[in-house]
């Protein structure tokens, strides 16, 4: 289910009845995390970190959540929380091929922070 919520925000799916109803169904991380991509898809980040930390707070192993997080915090410049995010999201997800590409990124990213 999570990488349904995924694959809907990234391609900017929004009014899909995933989104629709996952105000309603706010009693497990994966409804929490679906609206949490929902506002991060409409560029509404602050909103989207509110309810991207109550997934996370249900549930602190919960890696997609935690890679959304950092996304909504890389989207406003916050590159430290964002690192931090990313980092907690390669260490629940290790195994997984998200996890190589997230090793990537997190490499280039600090390439990048050191070059600043």
Not at 15 to 23: D, E, K, M, V
Not at 26 to 40: D, E, K, N, P, R
Not at 47 to 74: D, E, I, M, Q
Request: proline fraction near 2%; glycine fraction near 4%.
């Amino acid at each position: 289910m999570s990488w349904h919520v995924v694959t809907s925000a990234s391609l900017h799916h929004c009014h899909t009845p995933t989104f629709t109803h996952s105000r309603y169904l706010c009693t497990v991380q994966v409804s929490w995390f679906a609206v949490g991509c929902y506002y991060l898809s409409s560029g509404r980040h602050e909103l989207a970190r509110r309810y991207l930390n109550k997934a996370t707070s249900l549930n602190r192993v919960f890696g997609p959540a935690w890679l959304a997080y950092g996304h909504s915090f890389a989207a406003e410049n916050e590159h430290d929380q964002a690192m931090a995010a990313y980092f907690t999201a390669s260490q629940l997800m290790k195994g997984l091929i998200i996890d190589v590409l997230l090793q990537l990124f997190l490499s280039l990213l600090l390439k990048y922070a050191l070059t600043i």
